[in-house]
């Protein structure tokens, strides 16, 4: 199994400028290349608002939403009922 790499964002419920913070940080202090911002169900509508607010306000005119993809997850929930949930990936990168 792979390690998760650590240039992956997921989004849940903590403070919505955690994330954008989060985001420009790998591109700036580690110097990442690309950063996947990940999430799933109610909170992809804040996934895609922190790679805007990231690559458009923070990281204006260096950092590109390069690639999107969308899937959907099938698992157990509390209940034990079979549930299905989208998701979402999106890739960030520096332009070259």
Known sequence: MAAIKDNNIFIGSKPFMNY???VVMQFTTK???EVIVKARGK???RAVDVSEVSTKRFL???VIIKDIKVDSEEFKNKE???VRVSTIELV???KK
């Open 92 to 94: 960030l990168e520096k």
């Open 43 to 45: 909170f992809i509508s």
């Open 60 to 62: 204006d005119n260096t």
């Open 20 to 22: 954008v913070t989060g």
């Open 31 to 33: 110097n990442a290349k």
């Open 80 to 82: 034990g009922k079979e």
